[in-house]
């Protein structure tokens, strides 16, 4: 077979009546005229027969081919009943058609040859070149949809030139039943109103009737329009269940009743919110609520008002856009508490660690986890890079201190001290390829976060005791509520209080931003224990030089969308500058958040701030990067600062027009 196609398959003659016609045409200028038209007349005569010879020779070729690929005996009995086609993969030339195909899309015989495009727009051959034998998408002709198979053929006598066979299957009633299959899988979703204790504080009977009635017909009413079944499992707590057809209606409309239940407040005036977690694609409905359970927590986890589907794959998020409330409860903080003294007691020691390039804050917690760990009688070590971090100063306090001379450890040094019965304590980060040492972090069997950050979808897990509260200012604040609970107030040194104040000061930009009632009331607890705020004032200080480059950092900084400042920097500089100019930024009038980003090493940094309507966390988010509304970071690897200014305007512009 692959013999004869290749004799019919043998190239044109195009040079050589080229090379005869470049005769003719210089006998003509040599003024040869009678033997130019001679050759001229000669080539015409050769030229005729060669296309009476070429035409014969296609149809022998499609007889052949026909006689070939149709007849498909023992399987069939006859010719096959699929639209098929064969095309040159040199050049997608068209070679033959059957007359399934010819009558599918309409195509004609002509002198011209075609080339497979010019019958399925936008088709392509490379798969086949690339040796699959499958199309990786559908095409869809007189309103049928077809899957695409081929395979390849190879003349033996002409090893350049490749045919593929192609075949059209109609598969038109099976995708539609996929599809419907598709649109109707449950998607169950858990609606939980976030702020009911407050809402129905200090409330009577009647109000509180009046309030949840209220709150059911704005649920009920937004969720009628999705044809879905609405139960309600506890007072503040329902069970939505609904097709997956209408869950891209619910997205579009960018969950309509986030906003809407706005409008409803207490006697207070303090308005409601919500949140949704969704569970989709679950193989059982089992298995979808517990997607749905788990992105309810997610929510939760980043400050409720906000909408949270999980799939099979990851998480993602809508709206979340307003400012955390403080919905913390000291229980939760008291339980937490007796839960990790339980835990450090049982352990034969103790690491905590912080997220890489230690700052004050994350220091300052894992100080605290130290006094903790004394209270019980345990070895702690913080896993700390000495040579990369924000907190020398304080650093080199501590270590003055007896009970701090051999505290600080590196990764390596606690993966060999480390067992089965270790416990590690991860504080001020709640993602896994932030923490000082993520071969730690995987080697030790039980893990304890206590962080203020908005949850990441990629969650440290599994946790066995888990502080995470993003209504915190810090996690210093979260770690002195638990002193508090834990320890009693001589058991705390005085340079562990310094520490835990200066986390405080840093994260609060010296109790200005982002503070709380309970804030105040662990300040008010170190400052009984004799902590100096001026003491503290002076970890923060920057010398000369550091100050003026600093403000060069601000001179750099241009105005987006009149109230955003972003400096986009090409030469390095210190995490703490930068940060220091993001906050600097803001003293501006009219700047409402800030945005600086410098290289490092391989990769760009961003330090982000906000007073305003802009959640920093959900713009630096799409790049990697992670934080709360008021204070965030991202860290791109292998990009440049222009790129990444890029991606940032435009997550920057994706966040103003959502």
Request: hydrophobic share 40%; proline share 3%; with cysteine.
């Given at each position: 077979m692959n013999k004869r196609l290749g004799r019919l398959l043998r190239p044109g003659a195009g040079f050589f009546f080229a090379f005869l016609i470049g005769f003719a045409a210089a006998a003509g200028l040599m003024q040869y005229y009678v033997l130019a038209g001679v050759e001229l007349g000669i080539t015409a005569l050769l030229l005729t027969l060669y296309l009476i010879g070429q035409g014969q020779r296609r149809k022998q070729l499609r007889k052949y081919l026909a006689e070939q690929l149709d007849e498909t005996k023992g399987i069939t009995g006859g010719r096959t009943p699929f639209p098929m086609l064969t095309v040159r993969l040199e050049d997608d030339g068209i070679v033959y058609v059957n007359d399934a195909f010819a009558r599918l899309t309409g195509f004609q015989d002509t002198m011209n040859e075609k080339r497979v495009q010019d019958v399925l727009p936008g088709f392509s051959t490379s798969w086949l070149s690339a040796n699959k034998t499958e199309y990786p998408y559908d095409v869809t002709l007189q309103g049928r949809r077809y899957r695409i198979y081929g395979t390849v053929v190879q003349a033996q006598t002409q090893q350049e030139c490749r045919l593929g066979v192609i075949y059209l299957t109609d598969l038109t009633e099976l995708y539609q039943v996929r599809d419907e299959y598709i649109r109707s899988r449950p998607v169950v979703s858990i609606i939980l109103v976030d702020n009911y204790e407050e809402l129905t504080k200090n409330l009577t009977e009647g109000a509180t009737s009046a309030l949840n009635a209220k709150l059911n017909d704005a649920i009920t009413q937004w969720t009628e329009s999705y044809h879905g079944l609405l139960r309600r499992l506890e007072r503040n707590r329902f069970l939505f269940v609904f097709e997956k057809r209408d869950l891209k209606r619910a997205i579009e409309d960018k969950f309509s009743l986030l906003e809407d239940i706005h409008e409803i407040t207490s006697p207070s005036g303090l308005a409601a919110s919500i949140s949704f977690g969704l569970g989709v694609d679950g193989e059982t409905f089992e298995e979808a609520y517990d997607f749905a359970a788990l992105s309810i927590e997610m929510a939760l986890s980043r400050g409720g008002d906000q909408a949270v589907i999980k799939d099979r794959l990851n998480f993602n998020f809508y709206g979340g856009r307003t400012k955390e409330a403080d919905r913390r409860s000291k229980v939760r903080s008291r339980v937490t508490?007796?839960?990790?003294?339980?835990?450090?007691?049982?352990?034969?020691?103790?690491?905590?660690?912080?997220?890489?390039?230690?700052?004050?804050?994350?220091?300052?917690?894992?100080?605290?986890?130290?006094?903790?760990?004394?209270?019980?009688?345990?070895?702690?070590?913080?896993?700390?890079?000495?040579?990369?971090?924000?907190?020398?100063?304080?650093?080199?306090?501590?270590?003055?201190?007896?009970?701090?001379?051999?505290?600080?450890?590196?990764?390596?040094?606690?993966?060999?001290?480390?067992?089965?019965?270790?416990?590690?304590?991860?504080?001020?980060?709640?993602?896994?390829?932030?923490?000082?040492?993520?071969?730690?972090?995987?080697?030790?069997?039980?893990?304890?976060?206590?962080?203020?950050?908005?949850?990441?979808?990629?969650?440290?897990?599994?946790?066995?005791?888990?502080?995470?509260?993003?209504?915190?200012?810090?996690?210093?604040?979260?770690?002195?509520?638990?002193?508090?609970?834990?320890?009693?107030?001589?058991?705390?040194?005085?340079?562990?209080?310094?520490?835990?104040?200066?986390?405080?000061f840093l994260d609060t930009k010296s109790f200005n931003v982002r503070t709380g009632e309970r804030t105040f009331e662990a300040a008010a607890y170190l400052r009984q224990l004799g902590t100096d705020t001026v003491e503290v004032k002076k970890l923060l200080q920057n010398d000369f030089q550091d100050t003026m480059s600093k403000y060069q950092i601000i001179r750099a900084a241009r105005l987006y969308r009149q109230e955003l400042a972003i400096a986009a920097l090409n030469t390095g500089t210190s995490r703490t500058l930068a940060a220091q100019a993001a906050d600097e930024l803001l003293n501006i009038s009219g700047i409402t958040a800030s945005f600086v980003l410098y290289p490092d090493e391989d990769q760009v940094i961003i330090s982000a701030r906000s007073i305003g309507d802009a959640n920093v966390q959900m713009i630096l988010e799409p790049l990697g990067g992670g934080g709360n509304t008021a204070t965030a970071g991202a860290q791109i690897k292998n990009s440049t600062v222009k790129d990444v200014l890029d991606d940032l305007v435009a997550s920057i512009d994706k966040f103003y027009e959502a």
């Open positions: 508490a007796n839960s990790l003294m339980e835990l450090i007691g049982q352990s034969s020691q103790v690491f905590v660690m912080g997220h890489k390039n230690a700052d004050l804050d994350a220091l300052g917690s894992a100080v605290g986890i130290c006094c903790l760990c004394r209270k019980k009688g345990k070895q702690a070590y913080i896993v700390l890079d000495l040579q990369n971090n924000l907190a020398e100063k304080l650093i080199e306090e501590l270590r003055q201190a007896d009970e701090y001379k051999d505290v600080f450890i590196s990764g390596q040094e606690a993966l060999v001290l480390c067992d089965n019965r270790s416990t590690l304590i991860v504080v001020d980060t709640n993602r896994p390829d932030q923490v000082e040492s993520r071969h730690l972090l995987e080697a030790v069997p039980r893990v304890c976060v206590v962080d203020h950050h908005r949850r990441a979808a990629d969650y440290i897990k599994p946790v066995v005791v888990n502080l995470h509260e993003p209504y915190a200012s810090s996690a210093a604040e979260l770690v002195t509520e638990l002193l508090q609970y834990a320890v009693e107030k001589k058991d705390v040194l005085p340079i562990e209080a310094k520490s835990l104040m200066a986390g405080i």
